[in-house]
């Protein structure tokens, strides 16, 4: 199964996106609201229009970093 990660545009978004993915696909979730979702789901979000982006490297490696040392995100 192929994924991508995205970020949602805005907090309605995610909030709808993230239900609809779940109801009909597989997600996952990063810290910094960070989803890896398959091809499929993107095709949904799209029928659905629910805006979203795809993460940049940084971001991914971000969230990634912080799953890996969750003290690395505590100030």
Do not use: C, N, W
Request: glycine letters at 6%.
């Amino acid at each position: 199964m192929q994924t991508i990660y995205i970020k949602f545009l805005t907090e309605e978004d995610r909030a709808r996106g993230f239900l609809e993915l779940v109801r009909r696909s597989r997600v996952g979730s990063l810290p910094g609201q960070v989803y890896q979702v398959s091809l499929e789901g993107l095709k949904h979000l799209d029928s659905v229009h629910i805006g979203y982006r795809r993460a940049s490297d940084e971001e991914v490696k971000s969230a990634h970093d912080q799953v890996r040392d969750p003290s690395s995100s505590v100030p």
